[in-house]
């Protein structure tokens, strides 16, 4: 959205995926996506940023993609070491940006409203045409975190802290809200190290997201959601 040579970016694509629980705990995920439609050639404009582009050339995977390729396929672990320690391994494309491997463990006593996490991951920027190439930039990257289900109306408060994809170090706040009909909106910010110059527009990542149920089970469980996140 608000470019200024294309107010209303548009691309249309059909996604294809499978979740696949091969042994206990162990997930293939994978998902393929078409594209059909979209009205990016007017998008030209190009990151001017001082940052290392880890987020800011998302119009090149779109446009040069023409919507179609390896939205994610990777292999996954999930599971409890104790009734409060769990944990989640994986590896593989992770996303229309990145492929990598990494984890994460979580801690919560049993009835506590209060968790905590550690993830850490090795990531390494994808090609633009969304096949299995890749580009130089790789990066460490990790945090530690601190959850809060508060009593109240059904709100949730997260803190994050460490090193994000950009190499720079620093902090995340969010806070969201859960609607008794499934819905979910939340706010979020982030501060690091990066001067406010160097950043530039906003002075700092921020942004909000939403979560909608959209399937049902037979048994009246949410079987899928649409997301959606406007940072800025």
Not at 82 to 110: D, K, N, W
Request: net charge negative.
């Amino acid at each position: 959205l608000f470019d200024p040579d294309n107010p209303f970016a548009l691309q249309e694509f059909v996604r294809i995926g499978t979740n696949w629980e091969f042994a206990k705990g162990w997930h293939l995920k994978g998902a393929y996506q078409f594209g059909f439609y979209d009205n990016l050639d007017k998008n030209t404009r190009s990151s001017d940023s001082v940052l290392p582009h880890v987020r800011s050339d998302a119009a090149l995977y779109l446009k040069e993609s023409d919507g179609s390729g390896v939205a994610n396929l990777l292999l996954e672990k999930r599971g409890s070491a104790t009734p409060e320690l769990h944990y989640r391994a994986f590896a593989g494309v992770l996303e229309q940006m990145y492929s990598g491997v990494g984890g994460e463990v979580l801690f919560q006593p049993y009835g506590s409203r209060i968790a905590t996490g550690l993830s850490a991951a090795y990531a390494k920027q994808r090609d633009y045409d969304g096949g299995l190439g890749h580009l130089d930039y790789e990066v460490l990257t990790g945090h530690a975190s601190l959850y809060w289900a508060t009593p109240w109306y059904n709100y949730d408060v997260a803190m994050h802290l460490g090193r994000y994809l950009a190499k720079d170090v620093g902090g995340t706040f969010e806070v969201r809200r859960t609607f008794d009909n499934g819905w979910m909106v939340g706010l979020w910010g982030t501060l690091t190290d990066v001067p406010f110059d160097e950043f530039g527009e906003g002075s700092i990542d921020h942004g909000l997201f939403l979560q909608i149920p959209v399937g049902h089970t037979l048994a009246g469980g949410v079987d899928s959601k649409f997301k959606m996140n406007i940072r800025s």
